[in-house]
């Protein structure tokens, strides 16, 4: 495997991050102590139900993103992924015609485009809902075709440092929808367009471009925390992550978070994409397929557990989205609620502690005429797809884990002990368990549960990096 580092280093000025609203103490999500699990600042459990709005700080006006924050928190979501310098592009302003940066120089953010990011947070946060915060789109890192943009090891950190002191204790997920290790991804994807297998280009390591992006952030929000609070400022660690796509390329790890950054310790969440397609669009890994999102979920809970391995909690952080066609291709059908639902129920009792929704429309903030569909799905208004079903059966995988106690919260492990063969009767028609625990204050969760989820399948585990 040809490999190369992605390496450029400049002196740079100290941006500066005054938010207009200063972010709680309150707002912090730490792993549970088992490191399974998240938690909120005073111990309580804290159960991941995002939904997807990528594009909800660029797309939405305050009076839209107010309708929608609303809908989402009467639904019981607690976790909203949103992009700060988004894929709309360094040149394309938002609703209120402000760029994020000045003179398109990512050391240079705009004001007055931070200060309305600032302006939906406390909005969010006011009906109970939390940002993840996804720093940039990762074609900032690298392109399709692999070449560098304007996130580098030159811009990188201070950019990381910008967002960690203005916005502490807010989840991060770096960079959306790409991978660390990268090739000329758009001559691969033609390649199995024609049928065949391409042949191997050259691979670049981004992940310094990572490193110096996280490692800014945690400066940042230690900076920003060390101002009120200096004891907790030394041994802060931000809830991060990176959001990986699928297995484009053979010759690497695989997409998940671990599998890249295991041994950092900026890495506190472990995370991955099940992805939207249910057949291989990317011979590499035939298996990851969006219908089996509980073996990526599987890989990363075992990760702890193997010599060397560190615990961390769990997420399938892009599960296919409800009305986006199959694979993103108009001739195949769009994936319903029944189809959604199924997986957030394996994801979340193979051991994931909680599970992303998104819905097409939504995720891309659709406003035809203005903000269009890139069309892997109907080209529909945001605001037709915010009443689609699955987003109101979400809450009800939240509740079968939360209502039965913080010690069977904290506690819980897959259980597929109790599937008994891969052929078995039993077993064809149940999907992954999970122990919820016996005896006051516990509950217990019937195995009837579980009938909810599609059948098994037998697969070999793949070679790889786990």
Request: overall charge negative; proline content about 7%; charged content about 15%.
């Amino acid at each position: 495997m040809l490999l190369k580092s992605a390496l450029f280093y400049i002196a740079l000025p100290t941006l500066q991050a005054v938010a207009a609203w200063q972010v709680p103490t309150e707002y912090a999500i730490t792993p549970s102590s088992n490191g399974r699990f998240l938690q909120e600042a005073d111990g309580k459990p804290f159960f991941w139900q995002a939904d997807t709005a990528w594009l909800l700080f660029h797309h939405l006006n305050f009076s839209e993103a107010e309708t929608y924050l609303s809908d989402r928190a009467s639904k019981g979501f607690t976790m909203v992924l949103a992009v700060g310098f988004t894929q709309a592009g360094i040149d394309s302003p938002n609703r209120n015609g402000d760029l994020p940066f000045l003179n398109e120089d990512v050391t240079k953010p705009n004001e007055a485009y931070w200060a309305y990011v600032d302006s939906v947070v406390e909005l969010a946060w006011n009906k109970g809902i939390r940002i993840c915060m996804v720093p940039a789109w990762g074609k900032y890192v690298h392109g399709s075709d692999n070449s560098g943009s304007v996130l580098n090891t030159s811009t990188a950190y201070p950019f990381g440092k910008f967002l960690g002191q203005r916005y502490p204790y807010l989840p991060k997920t770096l960079v959306g929808d790409t991978n660390p290790y990268w090739q000329n991804k758009t001559a691969v994807k033609a390649g199995y367009t024609n049928g065949g297998a391409p042949p191997t280009y050259e691979v670049t390591d981004w992940s310094p471009v990572y490193d110096d992006l996280a490692n800014g952030i945690v400066a940042g929000e230690r900076q920003a925390i060390a101002a009120t609070s200096a004891q907790n400022a030394t041994t802060w660690s931000p809830l991060m992550s990176i959001h990986p796509t699928n297995q484009w390329f053979t010759g690497g790890p695989l997409a998940l978070a671990h599998a890249f950054f295991g041994n950092r310790p900026w890495l506190t969440l472990d995370a991955s994409q099940s992805g939207h397609a249910d057949y291989p669009p990317n011979p590499p890994i035939p298996w990851w397929n969006c219908r089996r999102g509980w073996e990526p979920v599987e890989l990363m809970y075992a990760a702890g557990s193997v010599p060397g391995g560190r615990v961390r909690p769990v997420i399938d952080n892009e599960a296919h989205y409800e009305n986006r066609y199959n694979n993103g291709n108009s001739s195949k059908a769009s994936w319903n609620a029944s189809d959604v639902r199924i997986g957030s129920w394996q994801a979340v009792f193979s051991g994931a502690a909680g599970l992303t929704y998104g819905a097409n429309a939504i995720q891309q903030c659709i406003i035809p005429g203005l903000f269009e569909s890139d069309g892997s799905g109907p080209s529909e208004n945001w605001l037709e797809d915010l009443v689609l079903p699955g987003s109101s059966q979400m809450q009800w995988i939240k509740k079968a884990i939360t209502d039965r106690g913080i010690t069977t919260y904290f506690n819980r492990v897959p259980a597929q002990d109790i599937i008994r063969d891969s052929e078995d009767v039993y077993a064809a028609h149940h999907r992954w368990t999970c122990r919820l625990g016996a005896g006051p204050g516990c509950g217990s969760l019937v195995e009837g549960v579980v009938s909810l989820v599609n059948e098994r399948t037998a697969y070999t585990m793949p070679q790889g990096y786990y």
